[in-house]
């Protein structure tokens, strides 16, 4: 059995890989604050919850963050799909603990926010990244010792302050006693109608016995994203006047939304927010052309009607199966879609792992 444990675990693309996969495997926690954000500090949250004494520390910091009155959706996602129970979740990655999980994780998953850091390329280990949500991955790397762990990030990162923050993200790494191989992976090499590139960054520990790890090598792709679309849509999906004309006119959509594209642009946080994203034109059927808040319009010389991609649709070009449980409204849904992994690349890159480590 593989132990895994993710942090930004979002709505479980690693998760989910290991049940394509058929892999037998426990979650040993995972962690997400569901884009909810408090305004204290972190020194303030620490007097807070500490009030509450001792074994009652994430209690306090859950109801911290209902204060808000805002809900954790991606918990709500996360608990529909995957075996996990509250013991084993955690709300904010600042405070969890690593150190009772020493020994305890094989695979350690996640992609923490690009953000400025403090000092710069004095190799200092975690030093150099306090202040940082980074700081905080690499501090449960050091503390659990996992026996591998993937790091992935927007492509960006590698080029954030002129290169700094991934050097200091490598030497970060490297100062913890883990081998690291790191590769910009793109969503349509392996078979995902979908241009997302992403860097993977793996880290296998050096007190193990293992193969050198080596990324998979792509896959043709055999499939377009009209694979992935549903025959029926509800009307609601359908645009009016006013987003038809700006998803159907190239010069003024070229850069936000994309119309009958075989392979789709990067899903994004923002997918199908104001028109974002990418779109289909269809022949108008006879239940479009009676309902008035759709709008019937010319597009290559034909009369069209466009619309949305619904959830279920962008779940599956994100390689999500349809046994995956949709709990949450579509824009939250669409959001939670557009800042996962996509499935297929992090599958191969946990095949290769479970390959290196010999963990089956």
């Not at 500090?41 to 805002?70: N, R, V, W």
């Not at 789709?264 to 269809?282: K, M, P, S």
């Amino acid at each position: 059995m593989i132990k895994v444990a993710t942090v930004f675990s979002g709505i479980g693309a690693a998760e989910q890989a290991l049940l394509q996969m058929g892999v037998k495997h426990e979650i040993v926690f995972a962690c997400d604050n569901g884009e909810r954000y408090l305004p204290q500090s972190q020194e303030e949250i620490k007097e807070l919850i500490s009030k509450f004494g001792k074994g009652y520390e994430q209690k306090a910091l859950s109801l911290l963050y209902d204060s808000t009155g805002k809900p954790n959706n991606v918990k709500k996602s996360y608990f529909a799909n995957y075996d996990i129970g509250e013991d084993r979740w955690y709300e904010d990655i600042r405070f969890v603990d690593g150190k009772p999980y020493k020994g305890k994780v094989d695979l350690f998953i996640g992609g923490s926010p690009c953000q400025s850091f403090s000092t710069y390329g004095h190799k200092l280990g975690l030093e150099d990244t306090r202040g940082t949500l980074f700081y905080d991955y690499a501090r449960l790397v050091q503390e659990i010792k996992p026996k591998a762990f993937i790091f992935e990030n927007v492509t960006g990162i590698l080029t954030h302050d002129h290169g700094h923050t991934w050097e200091v993200i490598k030497d970060t790494f490297d100062s913890l006693d883990y081998d690291i191989e790191f590769q910009v992976l793109n969503a349509t090499d392996y078979n995902l109608p979908q241009l997302r590139k992403r860097i993977f960054l793996v880290g296998i520990n050096r007190k193990i016995k293992h193969k050198k790890f080596v990324f998979p090598q792509p896959v043709p792709l055999k499939c377009k994203s009209t694979d992935f679309l549903e025959k029926d849509i509800p009307n609601k999906y359908y645009l009016p006047e006013k987003g038809f004309n700006f998803v159907t006119k190239v010069e003024r959509s070229a850069r936000r939304a994309r119309v009958n594209q075989d392979i789709i642009g990067c899903q994004t946080a923002n997918q199908q927010f104001n028109w974002v994203g990418d779109f289909r034109v269809e022949e108008p059927k006879p239940r479009h052309i009676a309902d008035p808040k759709i709008f019937i319009g010319e597009y290559n010389g034909k009369k069209v009607v466009a619309r949305k991609m619904i959830p279920r649709e962008l779940l599956r070009l994100m390689g999500f199966s349809d046994s995956f449980k949709i709990v949450v409204d579509d824009n939250i849904i669409w959001r939670q879609t557009g800042n996962s992994i996509a499935v297929p690349v992090i599958k191969a890159v946990i095949e290769k792992l479970i390959d290196t480590l010999d963990l089956l």
